[in-house]
């Protein structure tokens, strides 16, 4: 990890809390090739009744008690930003969940307005897994009805809300908001590079790099190359981007650290980040894919820490998806 501290990690820890979220190379961040109003119920927005400012909790009047054997969902707004192609990607989504036998809301987020809450949408769909068909191709800006089977909402969800009123079975309705959709790895244009020396970069179809370290010696000096570019605006010195990244050991050949396998990208202040990284990604343009070879004294030094050996040249891979909203005071 690029980082002197260790940032603390995302977790789905109560509803109440919770502000998540989340077709170019591999980005994805387009709805092109989805087809939402094809798989959607016409019939449930006049079942479930749903008013009220997007920024705003949903004023919802709905028959009950409701039951569906099968997940459903309908569009109450469609949004014109970018679309969630994959729940591996990361986002802010307010919600608010509804008990399908009695109509009652049972629990909801703060509609802060915080965007600032980032997770990936893997999280969210592990406790509820209906939401994934709910909100595959939902674009940012829209409001969704999501009707719940029995069978889509997790055991162990039900019994991580209980004490706030959440019914052990039956039908759940969610009225979800989704207010940020970041894309899923790099979105741009390949760059053609002097590889000369250096290690060379494969990518899987959904864009995760894999890196490949030649038998040569490393580099003394920072080396950056912009392996996929951008188009959104650079990253200064001041900001929090949130990247997919994945960190190999020269010397060692072997993967340190990666935000891939861990499951979800990561919001890395610049200034917090060691010097190598920081100067590797300031300028760089937003969508963009860069690899950073930073040498020992712009890394870890003779020191190193954790896993990372004394006097490493560590190379990343560096997606930059977009850059992480100030807290709402």
Not at 15 to 42: H, I, K, N, V
Not at 199 to 228: F, H, K, M, N, Y
Not at 246 to 272: A, C, I, Q, R, Y
Request: overall charge negative; proline content about 8%.
């Amino acid at each position: 990890m690029p980082v002197r501290k260790t940032p603390a990690l995302l977790s789905v820890a109560a509803l109440t809390t919770l502000a998540l979220a989340g077709c170019s190379p591999f980005g994805g961040s387009g709805a092109s090739s989805c087809d939402r109003a094809e798989g959607a119920d016409p019939t449930l927005p006049d079942l479930v009744q749903v008013d009220g400012a997007l920024d705003e909790a949903p004023q919802v009047d709905m028959r009950s008690p409701f039951h569906v054997d099968e997940t459903a969902y309908a569009d109450v707004e469609v949004g014109d930003g970018p679309a969630i192609a994959t729940m591996d990607q990361a986002g802010v989504l307010d919600m608010t969940l509804y008990d399908g036998t009695t109509g009652e809301m049972i629990i909801g987020t703060s509609y802060s307005g915080d965007l600032s809450s980032v997770g990936a949408l893997s999280q969210w769909t592990t406790q509820f897994p209906g939401l994934e068909d709910a909100l595959e191709c939902a674009t940012e800006g829209s409001r969704v009805i999501a009707a719940l089977a029995e069978d889509d909402v997790a055991p162990e969800a039900r019994q991580t809300y209980a004490q706030a009123g959440f019914p052990q079975e039956g039908s759940i309705v969610a009225v979800v908001d989704v207010r940020k959709v970041y894309p899923a790895a790099a979105s741009g244009t390949l760059q053609y590079n002097d590889g000369f020396g250096l290690p060379s970069v494969v990518r899987d179809p959904d864009g995760r790099p894999g890196i490949v370290v030649p038998d040569a010696p490393a580099p003394e000096e920072l080396v950056v190359q912009t392996l996929i570019k951008g188009d959104g605006e650079k990253l200064t010195a001041d900001d929090t981007p949130l990247v997919h990244y994945t960190g190999v050991l020269w010397d060692e050949k072997t993967v340190f650290d990666s935000s891939w396998e861990n499951g979800s990208p990561v919001p890395f202040p610049l200034e917090d980040v060691i010097e190598g990284f920081t100067k590797g990604l300031v300028g760089q343009t937003i969508g963009s894919q860069v690899m950073i070879v930073v040498p020992p004294e712009l890394g870890y030094g003779d020191e190193g820490q954790g896993t990372i050996p004394g006097g490493a040249t560590l190379v990343f891979v560096v997606d930059i998806l977009g850059v992480q909203d100030a807290p709402t005071p």
